[in-house]
């Protein structure tokens, strides 16, 4: 049976995606599946059922098929559908490897997008003349306003449902904490905001620092995008498991655990 570095391709991940996008799903399925290989002695090849995947990344079956297809078009995994009474097998492939091949398949298609836009350049070329004729000097503030718009911050009817979420869940909206909320969505956007909300009060927080000691250690962290907030939160959760319970090689006579018995159910 083959092995994986399993702390080297999770942390390849997390580079890769500071550049890259994977949906929530297909984040949640692949440090699963990496953390079930990992369990079972950092095998690459495994049985794993639908129920049991379902129960670890907290997806509906349907978001388990969907992140499944996703992870398998970028050469992520392999995948053989289960059959009598078998679960399905799944293959980790190594990500430096998996995102070689997927580049080089997709190569061709760059260099068309890149010929075809040096046909249109010729074309573009008397509208970026013109548009360079006007003034610069407004340039900057239209570029503030297009970020702060992007990141969901601004306007009063937008901060509304912020505000009524903090007071539902935390405590009453005091003008300062009213203000320091504010320049929070701007700084971060709405969504992030409210996804700290949810951490504090996910891990019993009643504050207004406990929330914004969240939001520091992502702004600390270099979080800029809801889904990289997740999959930190994520990385976190399984580092906080691993430690928890360490892994060990089995022994052959030992009893087999919950874990592995979770693997053999019927899906």
């Known amino acids: 049976m083959t092995t994986f570095n399993f702390h080297r391709d999770k942390n390849f991940l997390m580079d890769w995606l500071m550049l890259n996008h994977l949906t929530t799903g297909e984040i949640v399925l692949w440090h699963t599946l990496m953390n079930i290989g990992n369990r079972l002695g950092q095998k690459s090849v495994f049985n794993a059922p639908n129920s049991t995947l379902m129960k670890f990344t907290g997806l509906s079956k349907q978001g388990i098929i969907n992140a499944r297809k996703k992870l398998l078009e970028r050469g992520f995994i392999r995948y053989e559908k289960g059959h009598q009474n078998k679960a399905p097998v799944y293959e980790m492939i190594p990500l430096p490897q998996a995102i070689g091949q997927y580049f080089s398949t997709t190569k061709n298609q760059e260099l068309t997008r890149d010929l075809t836009g040096e046909m249109a350049q010729d074309v573009t070329q008397d509208f970026t003349l013109h548009l360079t004729s006007y003034s610069t000097q407004e340039l900057p503030i239209h570029k503030d306003k297009s970020k702060e718009e992007r990141r969901g911050g601004g306007s009063e009817r937008d901060m509304n449902p912020l505000f009524k979420i903090y007071e539902e869940n935390i405590n009453k909206l005091t003008p300062l904490i009213r203000e320091a909320l504010i320049e929070w969505t701007k700084t971060t956007g709405i969504e992030i905001v409210k996804e700290a909300i949810a951490i504090t009060v996910k891990k019993g927080g009643r504050t207004y620092s406990y929330t914004e000691k969240i939001l520091k250690e992502w702004q600390h962290a270099g979080l800029q995008t809801i889904e990289a907030v997740q999959s930190y939160e994520l990385e976190k959760e399984l ?25 053999k159910e019927e899906f």
């Open 239 to 263: 580092e906080k498991d691993n430690k928890l319970i360490p892994f060990r090689k089995p022994d052959s006579k030992e009893k087999e655990d919950i874990f592995a018995e979770l693997l």
